[in-house]
């Protein structure tokens, strides 16, 4: 239920605090007094858009601010889900700035406008003349007709299993269109596959073929070099071998003059023998350089098939050329072994859909039962608004054999007559706006005795009505009251006098400023509230005393 509404800087509104019982709270005032200036803040902490700028005072922001006793609406998963610090007194706050920005928290969390949205929508039902349009959805006829059966589990067993049965449908249509497209690419993967296989490629295998390549081409160029560095090592008579020696001899000469000498002497002595070991090396490179023409031959034709292949298939290297043949392999397993997987979706499908089938007929069933119980209560609490003759029949008609829907494997339909010998239509085209008003208290009425519904706002639906009617319209709005919170704006003192708090709105003139303003009365300021209600400003003691009758009850 909601608790407090604080208003801060808003239209005509500088600061109040309205305070709600938790039964029928009725708000009267005059026309143009602010009813629709709290309505209006009441909105936006439900998340509804700012339209254009609201300011009591243009260079300060403006609060509203709810505090919310949410105890009873079991909605913890909606905090969990979005984020939100849980508890039973939730506030919800909405401010926006003198240059338009908005802002909203939820327990001081700042959240979006759409997460508010949702989470007012939990907390509080709106419901004016214009809401009676969605009397003709099939969304709410649903939610009714779920209330009173208390089928909202099986619902939800149903949409669960619904979802999944569309999601393994849509897998098994997507992997049937995927086969049919492969089983056209089939031969040409087998064809590229073919080719690359019969390639036998070999990781790195072009690197070292490159190589190859190169010592072929300049083979010649190789060995004369090769064979030069030999002869410079050994064969010339100033070879560097033969100088080396006559170094080693002509230090190991004066190594008896010079001890010091002597370590030059046996670093020259490893020089020596590690330029042998290089002149022995050479020879042997030399040697085993060969002018290989039909080797050379062989590796060009290699290397040409690979460059071939990789600017075939856009790619760089011999591995890319291995990672598309194995992913061509992969798809050729892919599309073969394709009927195995299409049979065990198929069967899954089947599966899932015998499961959403037998929790929809769960579900239609529990509808069904409910039925005449919703039509007759409906019709009995028109009756005491004024509508002897109003007949309301709810109809469910099965969809095609093994067709669904999100909603079940029914539709669903509120015929409606209000008058004796009128065919019943559907509800929206045979009932007037003060019918409409009338039935969906009626079957709000009944939906509060199954649910725990949040706070519901009646703004003015008690347009058209008058009388002995609008003093029944009353009650069963005071019989609504017992199980949830009533907030209801009316001009009609019939109305007024059942509420269990009243507030009035009015406008008071401070200064060079018209504010509005709102009070809660006491017995005195009722009765006096409802004969102005009754007679106008300037109440006669006949009005007076009436009005005390109608608090009486």
Not at 57 to 85: R, T
Not at 275 to 285: C, F, P, Q, Y
Not at 410 to 421: M, P, R, V
Request: proline share 2%; glycine share 6%.
């Amino acid at each position: 239920m909601l608790d407090t509404l604080h208003i801060k800087n808003y239209a005509l509104i500088n600061e109040l605090e309205i305070q709600f019982d938790k039964g029928l709270n009725m708000i009267t005032g005059e026309t143009g007094a602010g009813k629709s200036i709290i309505m209006g803040a009441l909105s936006l902490i439900l998340g509804n858009r700012a339209e254009g700028k609201h300011f009591f005072d243009p260079s300060k922001k403006c609060v509203i601010e709810g505090e919310f006793n949410i105890g009873a609406y079991q909605i913890n998963s909606f905090f969990e889900q979005n984020d939100l610090d849980y508890a039973n007194h939730t506030i919800i706050r909405r401010e926006i700035t003198p240059d338009g920005k908005s802002r909203a928290f939820v327990n001081d969390s700042p959240v979006t406008l759409a997460i508010l949205k949702q989470l007012g929508e939990q907390l509080i039902d709106v419901h004016s003349q214009h809401a009676t349009l969605q009397i003709n959805t099939e969304e709410f006829q649903f939610l009714v007709v779920d209330s009173v059966a208390g089928s909202f589990s099986l619902k939800q067993s149903y949409k669960e299993s619904y979802s999944a049965y569309k999601k393994a449908k849509r897998e098994l249509e997507e992997l049937k269109e995927t086969v049919k497209k492969a089983a056209i690419e089939l031969d040409y993967f087998q064809f590229q596959f073919d080719e690359l296989d019969g390639v036998r490629l070999v990781a790195e295998e072009q690197g070292i073929l490159e190589q190859q390549q190169r010592q072929l081409e300049n083979a010649e160029d190789i060995k004369r070099a090769l064979n030069a560095a030999s002869h410079l090592l050994e064969n010339e008579e100033t070879a560097v071998l033969t100088q080396l020696k006559d170094v080693m001899t002509q230090i190991e000469g004066i190594s008896s003059f010079l001890p010091e000498s002597a370590d030059l002497a046996l670093r020259v002595k490893s020089t020596l023998i590690e330029l042998k070991d290089v002149a022995a090396e050479l020879v042997s490179l030399e040697e085993d350089t060969q002018l290989d023409e039909g080797t050379l031959l062989e590796i060009n034709e290699r290397l040409s098939l690979l460059y071939s292949l990789q600017k075939k298939h856009h790619v760089d290297s011999v591995e890319d050329l291995i990672q598309l043949r194995d992913d061509l392999e992969a798809k050729i397993l892919a599309i073969n072994s394709s009927d195995e997987q299409l049979e065990r979706l198929e069967a899954e499908v089947v599966q899932k859909l015998e499961v959403a089938l037998h929790n929809a007929k769960e579900l239609s069933q529990a509808r069904r039962l409910v039925l005449d119980t919703i039509a007759n209560d409906v019709q009995k609490t028109l009756l005491n608004v004024g509508m002897p003759n109003a007949v309301l029949q709810i109809v469910l008609e099965p969809l095609k054999e093994g067709e669904m829907r999100e909603s079940g494997i029914d539709t669903i339909q509120f015929l409606f007559s209000a008058n004796k010998g009128q065919a019943l239509q559907s509800i929206h085209r045979v009932a007037s706006g003060g019918e409409l008003s009338r039935v969906m208290l009626a079957i709000k009425s009944l939906v509060a005795k199954t649910s725990a519904l949040p706070t519901i706002v009646f703004d003015e639906i008690d347009t058209g009505i008058s009388g002995e009617v609008a003093l029944r319209v009353g009650e069963v709005m005071e019989n609504l009251a017992q199980n949830m919170q009533v907030i209801a704006i009316s001009h009609l003192p019939q109305i007024a006098s059942k509420g269990a708090a009243h507030f009035k709105v009015y406008k008071e003139d401070k200064a060079d400023r018209t504010i509005s303003n709102i009070v809660r009365l006491d017995q005195t300021g009722r009765v006096k509230e409802i004969a102005q209600m009754l007679s106008g400003a300037n109440p006669t003691d006949a009005a007076l005393e009436h009005a005390e009758l109608l608090l009486r009850g």
